[in-house]
């Protein structure tokens, strides 16, 4: 037995090792020749008899469409680690081209990555029933640097399915979603799928499946039935336009039935509701049955509905723990009069809809309230936010703002007038709802904010620049510096470490009110370059971001004020004297 089992270990050493394979597809290919880049495959068709394992990779021409939807199935196996990779070579990306149903499937599988495709549809009214990439009951798979439009439902749709990052992805012109998520167990948490991340994505112009008549439809990112989850550096702009349903709408980003979830440094604007419709239409929103979750550093503006919505519906799971903080919100509510912030529940939720707390953002709105409590919270905190507004009361409400905890809050009128739930006095009225107190004292306050210029419209639309947008920073003789309160030594909640601009808090010892603190001197507002190419000579060092795929980038010799330039070509120099050219 020894020498036997010293023998096999020899035969094992001696065996070859396993090689990943590797495939080419081409327009003007053979599915008679090897699959190499020499000899390429021709069609899809012949992709999906392939058996293909980890470290196996498929790339089909740059430039080139093909017809057909990718299936990868259980007969396909990768790992974490070394995944299959579907891609594109040559220049450009390939273009799988699904017609009237799904582009790529990956369904009963593990370890898979679909990176620099594009994937098209017929359109959501013409002819397309499907989604654009479906993940179903599948593990570890990444979507990379992936353009998906055209198609009736979703252009990435996930079910059921574990260890998912989509990243890069812009999704737009789909029906009912840009990126959506779902599984059979929405209302049972303990079956809820673990581990997503969404970052660097846009969903744009996803307006409403023309088949949905009973639900809502055309939003940009919607993530249900996942815990530990990362949405960040996204924008979602000018979807749900066209939703059928009169009913309850879309949210540019939102969540329900998921346990921690982060969504951060994102970007939520010009989202509608649909023609028929009164409801949602807005920015972003913790929805039903969402617990241990948070909404920070963010820009909500110009939406048809809230700019940041909090809501329980009946029948979803336990809404708790749940905070939004650092966030701006800017003119949102343009149709629906909801306001920037706005809290609903269902009937019979007043049990399962507690614990949240809205600290630290700065809500600029001149078409309606600044918050509307449409019912109550459990346990809701309002704190260190400023509220301004024109004409409208702070809190437009159908349940008594003493149903909830407001406390170190700014409020304005851009009239110069409080009014609020018929009292023209600020005091009198936090003495008779019993609002805005601490220890015997009134600690909230009405007056001018001083803000940078929170009246002008955001125009930024980027992400990664977020920590440019300075509007809402205080000036040096506003009354919110250092006025704010502690949570942690309140209620023994955690603050967070930064503002909306990145800036560690709090400064002094003391926490500002507002999405921002205070900084003591501002870099100059940087110039906008428009037209190619551009350039500029430094001896500094500088910082250079790239968006490859929409073609223009920043430049920065502070790391906080930035230019942005529109690219030439496909290049980027730096020369001996440190010039930039694009």
Not at 560 to 578: E, L, N, P, V, W
Request: charged share 15%; glycine share 12%.
């Amino acid at each position: 037995m020894t020498v036997h089992a010293k023998v096999l270990f020899v035969l094992l050493l001696i065996l070859p090792a396993a090689y990943s394979a590797t495939y080419y597809v081409s327009s003007t290919g053979n599915d008679a020749a090897p699959g190499t880049m020499a000899a390429p495959f021709r069609s899809i068709a012949k992709v999906n008899t392939l058996t293909l394992r980890s470290g196996d990779a498929v790339y089909f021409r740059g430039g080139d469409t093909f017809n057909g939807s990718i299936s990868i199935d259980s007969s396909d196996i990768g790992s974490a680690a070394t995944p299959i990779i579907i891609g594109s070579f040559a220049s450009g990306r390939a273009a799988i081209n699904g017609g009237n149903g799904k582009g790529i499937t990956v369904f009963d599988t593990v370890g898979v990555r679909i990176t620099n495709i594009t994937v098209i549809g017929n359109g959501r009214k013409t002819g397309n029933t499907e989604d654009g990439i479906i993940v179903n009951n599948s593990r570890a798979v990444d979507v990379v640097h992936c353009e998906v439009y055209g198609f009736q439902h979703s252009g990435v749709r996930l079910y059921d399915s574990d260890a998912i990052r989509l990243y890069g992805v812009y999704s737009h012109d789909n029906g009912f979603a840009g990126i959506y998520s779902i599984n059979p167990s929405m209302t049972v948490p303990s079956g809820w799928n673990s581990g997503l991340y969404i970052g660097y994505c846009i969903t744009a112009n996803n307006p409403g499946d023309p088949t949905v008549l009973n639900n809502h439809s055309g939003n940009g990112i919607v993530i249900s039935c996942f815990r530990d989850v990362l949405i960040e550096y996204c924008e979602s702009y000018t979807n749900g336009w066209d939703m059928p349903w009169t009913g309850n709408g879309p949210v540019g980003i939102w969540t329900f039935c998921v346990d921690r979830a982060t969504i951060q440094y994102c970007i939520s604007h010009d989202n509608r509701t649909g023609p028929y419709s009164t409801k949602d239409g807005g920015g972003f929103d913790l929805d039903g049955g969402t617990r241990n979750s948070v909404i920070q550093y963010c820009l909500s503006y110009n939406n048809d509905g809230t700019g940041y919505g909090i809501f329980q519906y009946s029948g979803a799971p336990d809404f708790f723990s749940n905070t939004i903080r650092y966030c701006v919100g800017y003119n949102d509510g343009k149709k629906v009069g909801a306001g920037g912030i706005r809290v609903w529940n269902g009937p019979n939720t007043v049990s399962t809809f507690h614990d949240v707390t809205v600290h630290n953002n700065t809500i600029y709105n001149t078409k309606s309230a600044a918050v509307y409590f449409i019912n109550p919270i459990g346990n809701g905190r309002f704190i260190n936010n400023i509220f301004i507004t024109k004409g409208a009361p702070f809190i437009g409400t159908s349940a008594t703002a003493a149903s909830h905890t407001l406390r170190y809050n700014n409020y304005w009128d851009l009239d110069g007038r409080f009014e609020q739930d018929g009292y023209s006095n600020f005091s009198e009225w936090a003495l008779a709802k019993n609002v805005e107190q601490h220890a015997g004292s009134i600690v909230g306050r009405f007056g001018d904010p001083k803000l940078q210029c929170i009246a002008v419209p955001p125009t930024v639309t980027d992400p990664a620049l977020l920590s440019a947008y300075t509007n809402a920073i205080p000036l040096s003789v506003s009354p919110v510096i250092d006025a704010g309160c502690d949570l942690l030594s309140m209620f023994g909640l955690p603050m967070g470490s930064r503002d909306l601009l990145g800036n560690a808090v709090p400064r002094n010892r003391v926490f500002d009110i507002g999405a921002c603190e205070y900084i003591s001197s501002l870099p100059p507002a940087a110039p906008v370059v428009s037209g190619v190419p551009a350039s500029f000579t430094t001896n500094a060092p500088f910082t250079v971001m790239l968006d490859v795929d929409r073609n223009f980038g920043y430049w920065s010799t502070n790391g906080s004020a930035f230019t942005q330039f529109t690219a030439a070509g496909t290049s980027i120099t730096i020369d001996r004297t440190t010039t930039l050219r694009c």
